[in-house]
């Protein structure tokens, strides 16, 4: 029975010591990310936690029921949180995409429905629905 526990342990701290690594490469490789394709050419609120609140809220109400919460497909068969768009992906190409629709596609015009402010927020918080998949394809990469 001694003998047994010493093994859990041994096990449990190789364990530990192993998940330790893991993180420090994720962190050492994060300096080496692309980030192509979230680039903003426009201001966009991107470190105003009221604005990312509001954009958060926005797109729940508005978007995510065709792009999914985390905007990785759905009906719209579209990946928002991924780094490669077919109408541009600078803000100010979301932006467009977001007020005056793509016309012949399910995608709307939300000009008249949304402030400038709540399309500007909205594009900031998809630019951390972003971050959080390069985070998580990391993350997936090393287990
Ligand atoms: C009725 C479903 C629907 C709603 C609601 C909707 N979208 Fe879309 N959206 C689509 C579809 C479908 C496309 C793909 C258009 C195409 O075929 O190119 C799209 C495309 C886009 C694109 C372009 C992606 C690319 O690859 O260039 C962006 C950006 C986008 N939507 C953002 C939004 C935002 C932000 C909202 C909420 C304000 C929203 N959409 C609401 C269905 C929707």
Redesign the pocket.
């Known amino acids: 029975m001694g003998t047994g526990m010493k093994w859990i342990a041994t096990v449990l701290c190789a364990l530990a010591f192993g998940a330790g690594s893991v993180t420090a490469t994720i962190a050492a490789e994060g300096e080496e990310i692309d980030r192509h394709g979230m680039e903003n050419d426009m201001p966009i609120p991107v470190d105003d936690a009221k604005a990312l609140e509001n954009g958060k809220e ?2 729940g109400a ?2 995510s ?3 999914t919460p985390l905007g990785r497909g759905g ?4 990946c ?1 949180a991924c780094q490669k ?5 600078k803000s100010s190409a ?1 932006y467009a ?2 007020a005056a629709g ?1 016309p012949g ?4 015009a ?1 000009a008249t429905s ?1 402030s400038q402010e709540e399309i500007v927020n ?1 594009i900031a918080y ?1 630019r951390t629905l972003q971050e959080k998949k390069i985070q998580d394809d990391l993350a997936s990469a090393k287990q």
């Open positions: 926005r797109y508005r978007c029921y065709c792009h009906s719209s068969s579209v928002l768009y077919k109408w541009g992906s979301i995409t977001i793509r596609t399910k995608m709307g939300f949304l909205i998809i």
